[in-house]
């Protein structure tokens, strides 16, 4: 049995849970989500408040959720923040860990177990491929963070089971449910929790590979994720805009 009874969870839209449905239909679930309600297994007390918002830049992690997450003094959080920042062009990766580093120290001050995660290896991912090497560097920065102040760490790079197609979702940006449940199922071995099965458990075979199909799913792709993605860039625009945090309070795992 583990020791923790609050979980409070910080972050954009890989912590909000896009592209994992919620189980009632409104929303999203997602790895945040999922490992809450594994930590609440005979845990009736245990409480899990979520304020990821999609979109969102560290800086603004760290000026909005930070001191919300604070303030609800739970014992375990987990900070996943970064990801939009090194998709920006001339963004500066260890400027954005000193900005890391600083939010994670003000967490573990005020007592709270903190658990962060690496930056995927973005080989696998189309038209993310050349963030490679600013991805890379920005974790060397984060594992540095994690032996300073004593954090867990759940290595999303390490991770080649999510370099299959299936782990992620229609947009190829977020993950897919089955992505999200490995994920959580990582996380609890971080944290030391005991699960039902392997996050590197290997998936059942693929169906053979369609060329002509793939090809014309490349372009609607194109046309319905990367080019509005494109015009949200160039107008200033976030898909986070009036969005809210869907669990800003701590209440208890349903």
């Known amino acids: 049995m583990h020791r923790w009874n609050a979980l409070v969870a910080i972050g954009d839209s890989f912590t909000e849970g896009l592209d994992d449905p919620a189980l009632d239909g409104d929303g999203f679930r997602g790895w945040a989500d999922r490992l809450a309600e594994r930590l609440a ?23 909005e959720q930070v001191p919300e997450a604070i303030a609800l003094r739970p014992d375990l959080v987990t900070f996943c923040a970064g990801g939009n920042d090194i998709l920006r062009p001339g963004s500066d990766p260890d ?97 030391g929790v005991e699960v039902e099965s392997r996050w590197d458990d290997p998936w059942p075979p693929a169906p053979p590979v369609d060329w002509v199909s ?30 809210r945090a869907k669990r800003p309070k701590l209440t208890p795992v349903a």
Not at 54 to 63: E, H, P, T, Y
Not at 216 to 239: C, M, Q, T
């Open 214 to 243: 793939l090809r014309r799913e490349d372009l609607r792709w194109a046309k319905e994720h990367f080019v509005p993605w494109i015009g949200r860039r160039l107008r200033g625009e976030s898909s986070g805009d009036g969005v």
């Open 41 to 63: 297994v005979g845990r009736p007390e245990f409480r899990y408040a979520n304020l990821a918002v999609r979109g969102k830049l560290l800086q603004q992690i760290v000026d």
């Open 95 to 191: 400027a954005l860990a000193a900005l890391f580093d600083d939010a994670v120290a003000r967490m573990r001050a005020a007592g709270s177990d903190v658990v962060i995660c690496t930056g995927f290896d973005t080989k696998q991912i189309p038209v993310m491929k050349h963030l490679r090497g600013k991805v890379a560097t920005y974790n060397t920065h984060l594992w540095a963070t994690a032996d300073r102040h004593g954090c867990r760490v759940v290595d999303l790079w390490s991770m080649t089971v999510l370099h299959d197609p299936r782990a992620w979702g229609d947009d190829r940006l977020h993950l897919s449910p089955e992505g999200h449940e490995r994920v959580a199922l990582r996380a609890c071995d971080a944290l």
